[in-house]
T-cell receptor, first 114, second 118 residues
Framework: EAQVTQNPRYLITVTGKKLTVTCSQN?????MSWYRQDPGLGLRQIYY???????DKGDVPEGYKVSRKEKRNFPLILESPSPNQTSLYFC?????????????FGSGTRLTVV | AQSVTQLGSHVSVSEGALVLLRCNYS??????LFWYVQYPNQGLQLLLK??????LVKGINGFEAEFKKSETSFHLTKPSAHMSDAAEYFC????????????????FGQGTILTVHP
């Protein structure tokens, strides 16, 4: 089944403790992206990647890191999480023409930082 | 720069009534436009997309949207609401470059929660 898989689905952590949220897609998509969803703000793009080793900042990149060493994987790294990063995170992927095809989204990761 | 404004954070309709969710966009170049739906505790599912072909776009579950360049709008409609349509709906925009390909940046509106009453 074609899908985007995120792990974990739920995560509670403490301020300052480094964490990684994994994302993997099995559709051979070039484009991958991370979004965070907050009530009343919709989804805001954190980072996106156009292909292996090619990444760029979205609208809210501060406090996050990404890497794209393999086409199928696009992990999101929080080096020193803070409470304002408590949110629902979505990974998404698309064929090269991401803008015209739209993204396929994962099921989300609900992160709580205390 | 591109942006999306969804008018109304909450819309409530009766079952069988018309559904109208409003979306206005801002883009300096011809846009690609999308509607996504999010059911509780799930990810986002693509409902429909406009990519410069027909201005009236039909999607899944009986939804459709019309691209109106003069009004910079892309409103979502469904003639008759069903209880299963209750969800949050997001309008999104991306932009094409001069060559017709597009960028990876997809910008979302704030979302509209649709409630359907029996």
């Amino acid at each position: 089944e074609a899908q985007v898989t995120q792990n974990p689905r739920y995560l509670i952590t403490v301020t300052g403790k480094k964490l990684t949220v994994t994302c993997s897609q099995n559709m051979n998509h070039e484009y991958m992206s991370w979004y965070r969803q907050d009530p009343g703000l919709g989804l805001r793009q954190i980072y996106y990647s156009m292909n292996v080793e090619v990444t760029d900042k979205g609208d809210v990149p501060e406090g996050y890191k990404v890497s794209r060493k393999e086409k199928r994987n696009f992990p999101l790294i929080l080096e020193s999480p803070s409470p304002n990063q408590t949110s629902l995170y979505f990974c998404a992927s698309s064929l090269r023409t991401a803008g015209s095809q739209g993204y396929t989204f994962g099921s989300g990761t609900r992160l709580t930082v205390v | 720069a591109q942006s999306v404004t969804q008018l109304g954070s909450h819309v409530s309709v009766s079952e069988g009534a018309l559904v109208l969710l409003r979306c206005n966009y801002s883009s300096s170049v011809p846009p690609y436009l999308f509607w996504y739906v999010q059911y509780p505790n799930q990810g986002l599912q693509l409902l429909l997309k406009y990519t410069s072909a027909a201005t009236l776009v039909k999607g899944i579950n009986g939804f459709e949207a019309e691209f109106k360049k003069s009004e910079t709008s892309f409103h979502l409609t469904k003639p008759s609401a069903h209880m299963s349509d209750a969800a949050e709906y997001f309008c999104a925009v991306s932009r094409a470059n001069a060559g017709g390909t597009s960028y990876g940046k997809l910008t979302f509106g704030q979302g509209t929660i649709l409630t359907v009453h029996p």
